[in-house]
């Protein structure tokens, strides 16, 4: 079995419904869900002008393969209503995956971990709470050292669940 660990989030409709209906697809169409982290609040990255995201970090146990996972959670986002119409826009679902074990993966439609991680708080900041000692594989740092290093900004509200 695989551990990974993905990030969900949106900022359409009723986020945190979404965000459970997510998990729930993952469970189905992908392994085991192991762990959660609190549901996170964040100002839109990227584009602002558009609602606050939710988002929320999942670990996962799964027998799929980096390419067949990805494929899974392609189609979890289109059944859910996803559209592709517009970078950084507005979204009802979206699931990246963040660290496959301690794989890189470094093909045209699938990078592993995401290149994006070291830089965005809002997805560090739930991945520590479930994961503050996994270890990012190209940089041999940890989830937490990385988060105490991170330069973004962003203010990244935890939430009750």
């Given at each position: 079995m695989n551990k990974v660990y993905l990030l969900i989030g949106g900022n359409m409709g009723n986020r945190k419904k979404q965000l459970q209906k997510a998990v729930i697809k993952i469970g189905e169409a992908?392994?085991?869900i192991i762990l959660l982290s609190h549901f996170y609040e964040t100002a839109a990255w990227g584009k602002t002008n558009q609602p606050s995201f939710f988002n929320q970090a999942v670990m996962l146990k799964t027998p799929l393969s980096p390419i067949d996972l990805l494929n899974a959670i392609l189609q979890i986002e289109t059944s859910m209503g996803r559209r592709r119409a517009e970078k950084f826009g507005p979204r009802?679902?979206?699931?990246?995956?963040?660290?496959?074990?301690?794989e890189i993966i470094d093909l045209p439609n699938l990078k592993i971990p995401h290149p994006e991680l070291i830089n965005r708080r809002f997805a560090l900041e739930p991945l520590s709470e479930i994961a503050?000692?996994?270890?990012?594989?190209?940089?041999?740092k940890s989830i937490l050292c990385l988060l105490e290093e991170c330069t973004?900004?962003?203010?990244?509200?935890?939430?009750?669940?």
């Open positions: 992908c392994g085991t009802i679902i979206d699931i990246d995956i963040l660290l496959f074990n301690d503050p000692e996994a270890m990012h594989p190209a940089f041999k973004d900004a962003l203010e990244v509200r935890k939430l009750e669940n």
